[in-house]
């Protein structure tokens, strides 16, 4: 049997995931592709547009054969944990054995040059890298470009320029990460004296159509970011300005870019019900107003200058994207501040980060659906998997009660929900009520 492994979020799942799926396929001769898929929250900081249940199902529904849930705490996290995380899922299932991934460059040799410079293996010598990023980012100079001038100072042989363009990618950044995920994953498990999960190799695959930041509609494979713009754009609450013109006209747009099941998928779960970041603006305004005394160091990424800066500006807060947009600098990037916030409003923690190994990010295998002919697969899984297959909330509960990650993931579940019940008005079922997405 021969598994691929694809770290996803699908929000939504459109033309480009499809052709992904089945490039991976062709590519890998895979008899089943395993997705590990974010919940309900995202690496951006922001709430997917749908729930996990709904792009399950679209993943499904478009040729994966199984779809695991990353627990909330590495969905939400900096590329560098979400990668983690992501790799010790599909490593702690024992049957994966290629990861998939998309990224803009396939020039393998620049490629590996950066993964040995972020994994501190150089001929600059151990932990050159941080030393430069560290001067650069006290200089004042923005992450991104701290890290893109830190790289080419440890590779002076590489024109800056090719350097520069490469990181501005979040596909080859994500790459990266996914390939130091993955030297990490099978190190430990080479040396593990008893071997938990499966050694990985990655599989890159050069992504086609618009790139990850374009707004642009035509062609076959528009961006994902170009997707929700024109959904929230013609979706929106306020509709009275729109024609109905103008929203047949995005009807459209959106419908040419998604799989025909997908875009049926969305449409029944209604186009209106879509959340955006704002729609969590009153639960974030009101965790903040809790803490404003004690600070919010003690929250994931949270710097003591950036608590401050919360508590300074708390009484210009007017939705969570005006706030995120107000705490921006040269220094933190917008994504960023969104990732803090989330962690603020999602209880996420400092020390939910603390892990000594790959092996401790994931407890657990939660199934969110699966095809109904992919049944060799879950029993090859039962047989392999180094952590408990979870297909049922109710029966994990008591074995998870005191599972940081799982009580997560219940919170996280149970918010947005609770959000997405009073944009639709109407009661929709809970964790433990909601069953597995078969198809």
Same mark, same amino acid.
């Given at each position: 049997? +021969?598994?691929?492994?694809?770290?996803?979020?699908?929000? #939504?799942?459109?033309?480009?995931? +499809?052709?992904?799926? !089945?490039?991976?396929? +062709?590519?890998?001769?895979?008899?089943? /592709?395993?997705?590990?898929?974010?919940?309900?929250?995202?690496?951006?900081?922001? #709430?997917?547009?749908?729930?996990? $249940?709904?792009? @399950?199902?679209? @993943?499904?529904?478009?040729?994966?054969?199984?779809?695991?849930?990353?627990?909330?705490?590495?969905?939400?996290?900096?590329?560098?944990?979400?990668?983690?995380?992501?790799?010790?899922?599909?490593?702690?299932?024992?049957?994966?054995?290629?990861?998939?991934?998309?990224?803009?460059?396939?020039?393998?040799?620049?490629?590996?040059?950066?993964?040995?410079?972020?994994?501190?293996?150089?001929?600059?010598?151990?932990?050159?890298?941080? !030393? *430069?990023?560290?001067?650069?980012?006290?200089?004042?100079?923005?992450?991104?470009?701290?890290?893109?001038?830190?790289?080419?100072?440890?590779?002076?042989?590489?024109?800056?320029?090719?350097?520069?363009?490469?990181?501005?990618?979040?596909?080859?950044?994500?790459?990266?990460?996914?390939?130091?995920?993955?030297?990490?994953?099978? $190190?430990?498990?080479?040396?593990?004296?008893?071997?938990?999960?499966?050694?990985?190799?990655?599989?890159?695959?050069?992504?086609?159509?618009?790139?990850?930041?374009?707004?642009?509609?035509?062609?076959? =494979?528009?961006?994902?970011?170009?997707?929700?713009? %024109?959904?929230?754009?013609?979706?929106?609450?306020?509709?009275?300005?729109?024609?109905?013109?103008?929203?047949?006209?995005?009807?459209?747009?959106?419908?040419?870019?998604? #799989?025909? !099941?997908?875009?049926?998928?969305?449409?029944?779960?209604?186009?209106?019900?879509?959340?955006?970041?704002?729609? =969590?603006?009153?639960?974030?305004?009101?965790?903040?107003?809790? *803490?404003? $005394?004690?600070?919010?160091?003690?929250?994931?990424?949270?710097?003591?200058?950036?608590?401050?800066?919360?508590?300074?500006?708390?009484?210009? =807060?007017?939705?969570?994207?005006?706030?995120?947009?107000?705490?921006?600098? +040269?220094? /933190?990037?917008? %994504?960023? /501040?969104?990732?803090?916030?989330?962690?603020?409003?999602?209880?996420?923690?400092? !020390?939910?980060?603390?892990?000594?190994?790959?092996?401790?990010?994931?407890?657990?295998?939660?199934?969110?659906?699966?095809?109904?002919?992919?049944?060799?697969?879950?029993?090859?899984?039962?047989?392999?998997?180094?952590? #408990?297959? /979870? %297909?049922?909330?109710?029966?994990?509960?008591?074995?998870?009660?005191?599972?940081?990650?799982?009580? $997560?993931?219940?919170?996280?579940?149970?918010?947005?929900?609770?959000?997405?019940?009073?944009?639709?008005?109407?009661?929709?079922?809970?964790?433990?009520?909601?069953?597995?997405?078969?198809?």
């Amino acid at each position: 049997m +021969k598994v691929a492994g694809i770290i996803a979020e699908y929000n #939504p799942f459109h033309n480009g995931h +499809k052709y992904q799926l !089945e490039q991976v396929r +062709k590519r890998t001769d895979a008899d089943y /592709i395993i997705i590990a898929m974010s919940g309900d929250f995202l690496q951006r900081g922001v #709430p997917a547009l749908s729930d996990k $249940h709904t792009r @399950a199902r679209m @993943a499904l529904s478009a040729g994966a054969d199984l779809v695991l849930e990353l627990p909330t705490v590495w969905a939400t996290s900096s590329a560098e944990y979400f990668a983690a995380g992501g790799v010790a899922l599909l490593g702690k299932t024992g049957v994966v054995d290629h990861l998939c991934y998309g990224c803009e460059t396939m020039d393998t040799n620049l490629f590996h040059a950066i993964v040995s410079v972020l994994s501190a293996n150089t001929s600059a010598g151990p932990g050159k890298f941080q !030393e *430069y990023l560290s001067a650069l980012l006290k200089s004042g100079a923005s992450f991104p470009t701290a890290r893109s001038k830190a790289v080419a100072a440890c590779l002076p042989d590489i024109p800056s320029g090719t350097i520069s363009a490469f990181l501005s990618s979040p596909n080859n950044i994500l790459g990266l990460e996914y390939e130091k995920s993955l030297c990490r994953w099978n $190190h430990e498990q080479a040396v593990s004296v008893s071997f938990s999960g499966k050694q990985m190799s990655g599989f890159p695959l050069q992504r086609v159509g618009e790139g990850y930041h374009s707004n642009r509609m035509d062609g076959s =494979f528009a961006s994902a970011t170009a997707i929700r713009n %024109t959904l929230f754009s013609a979706y929106s609450v306020d509709v009275s300005s729109k024609t109905a013109n103008d929203v047949s006209s995005a009807f459209a747009q959106i419908q040419s870019q998604l #799989p025909a !099941e997908s875009f049926s998928i969305l449409e029944a779960s209604g186009f209106a019900s879509l959340l955006d970041t704002d729609d =969590f603006s009153d639960a974030l305004y009101t965790k903040l107003l809790l *803490y404003q $005394h004690c600070g919010y160091e003690k929250f994931a990424d949270c710097s003591r200058e950036l608590s401050c800066k919360i508590k300074k500006h708390l009484h210009q =807060f007017m939705s969570f994207s005006q706030f995120a947009s107000l705490l921006k600098s +040269k220094e /933190i990037t917008y %994504t960023r /501040i969104c990732r803090v916030l989330l962690h603020i409003l999602l209880n996420i923690m400092q !020390e939910d980060y603390t892990v000594s190994s790959m092996n401790e990010c994931i407890t657990y295998l939660r199934v969110l659906g699966f095809r109904r002919d992919s049944a060799p697969l879950l029993s090859a899984i039962k047989k392999e998997a180094s952590a #408990p297959l /979870i %297909t049922k909330v109710a029966d994990a509960s008591h074995v998870l009660s005191n599972d940081r990650f799982w009580q $997560h993931d219940l919170f996280s579940a149970d918010l947005y929900r609770g959000i997405s019940s009073i944009h639709q008005g109407l009661t929709l079922p809970n964790e433990y009520q909601h069953p597995l997405v078969i198809v």
